[in-house]
């Protein structure tokens, strides 16, 4: 068994899997806790299709990059907006497909609280797909479901990081009119079984399972997100990021995938036909349009997503900013660099509890900074509330 491209390379996104003739290759968990190919050399027929169509193996960087379409949007529907990460534009796009009697694939919790790519076709069932999980998602099988949609002419949205969404295009092996793609401005990708880890540490400390989890409640407002934890046992704990070791380390860019590093799928090599995420870079060029519910970047790529994104403005409020404004954001221009601990981290991951590496690696603040931080976020969540009003 033998691993298909240097997997420093390898963004996981199983392109190669689903094109195999052979069935030759199967995605397995490596040291990290990341998925990678592993090709069954017994079965393989050195067809070199996998590495032909591998995404990562075969991007050509764009010399020339047009200046897209970008707007500040958020959703008219407060639920939505409330319950969404930050403006709600996935789930307007997702409205647009689902009245088409479409199909929406996107990153869910299953009862493990494992994140995999699901498709839903009902709105009540898109609430799964909402929020942001800070981990990788396992493609699975979605790329050959999409492509059984696609090819009986329903309509289907697939959001993804970008590479996952290169990997879609790859597995297909085409494009199609009824496909719309929505990538994300991504800051990496964190490692499976470290949030593994992680939730077992919170099960072992609250002495319950957890059955789910919110990385950006924005209960206290936008700007000031909490995470949320609901147990099965019917209680909810709340804690501010600066408290919890994985949203540390996440900040740190401890325990991203390497390919994360040195990303071929940043501003200008995004093949997705709309590209979406938080408008940071409002507050500094036009703090009086910000919404504190919640504001979006949506950055529109293709004649495709211009045509959903005007067949959904009546539902969005949609401000059209200059592209300049996005020039600061670094997660849509370049890779995360690497936390000088990444090497040790992951050496230590296997020989360390959860609670020795939280000391060592991502040690929350003392409980006095940690009471008056949440002081303060308290203000801070009726100030929202009086702007919002």
Not at 9 to 32: F, V
Not at 225 to 244: G, M, Q, V, W
């Amino acid at each position: 068994m033998e691993f298909m491209i240097p997997v420093e390379n390898c963004t996981g996104c199983s392109a190669c899997l689903d094109r195999c003739p052979q069935n030759a290759i199967e995605m397995k968990e490596n040291c990290e806790g990341f998925l990678v190919p592993v090709v069954d050399n017994a079965k393989c027929s050195d067809c070199g299709l996998c590495l032909k169509i591998c995404p990562a193996n075969n991007v050509v960087p764009v010399e020339e990059i047009k200046e897209p379409l970008v707007y500040a949007a958020w959703t008219k529907d407060k639920e939505v907006l409330r319950q969404s990460s930050s403006g709600g534009m996935f789930s307007e796009l997702a409205r647009t497909v689902l009245n088409k009697g479409g199909v929406v694939f996107g990153a869910a919790y299953d009862d493990n609280m494992v994140v995999r790519q699901i498709a839903v076709e009902t709105w009540d069932d898109l609430a799964r797909l909402r929020g942001s999980k800070y981990v990788q998602s396992d493609v699975a099988n979605s790329f050959r479901l999409a492509k059984d949609y696609l090819d009986k002419g329903r309509f289907v949205l697939y959001s993804g990081t970008p590479c996952q969404i290169a990997g879609l295009y790859a597995a297909i092996g085409d494009d199609y009119e009824n496909l719309l793609t929505c990538d994300l401005i991504c800051c990496g990708v964190p490692s499976p079984k470290v949030f593994r880890l992680y939730l077992a540490s919170l099960e072992k400390r609250y002495k319950s399972r957890v059955t789910g989890l919110a990385f950006r409640d924005k209960r206290n407002g936008w700007l000031h997100p909490t995470i949320r934890l609901e147990f099965e046992n019917s209680k909810i704990k709340t804690i501010l990021p600066a408290d919890s070791p994985y949203s540390i380390a996440f900040y740190k860019v401890i325990y991203n995938r390497t390919s994360c590093h040195q990303c071929l799928f940043k501003r200008g090599n995004s093949v997705a036909d709309i590209t979406i995420g938080d408008f940071w870079e409002l507050l500094r060029y036009q703090p009086d349009l910000v919404n504190y519910e919640g504001a979006s970047a949506v950055i529109v790529n293709t004649a495709k997503g211009n045509n959903v994104i005007e067949t959904s403005r009546g539902r969005m409020e949609l401000i059209e900013c200059q592209c300049d404004y996005l020039l600061h954001d670094s997660n849509l221009r370049k890779s995360v660099k690497a936390h000088s601990d990444r090497s040790s981290f992951f050496a230590d991951l296997d020989h360390l509890s959860f609670a020795e590496l939280t000391k060592k690696y991502m040690k929350p603040r003392n409980v006095i900074v940690s009471k008056i931080a949440q002081c303060r976020r308290f203000c801070l969540k009726w100030i929202n509330r009086i702007k919002c009003c």
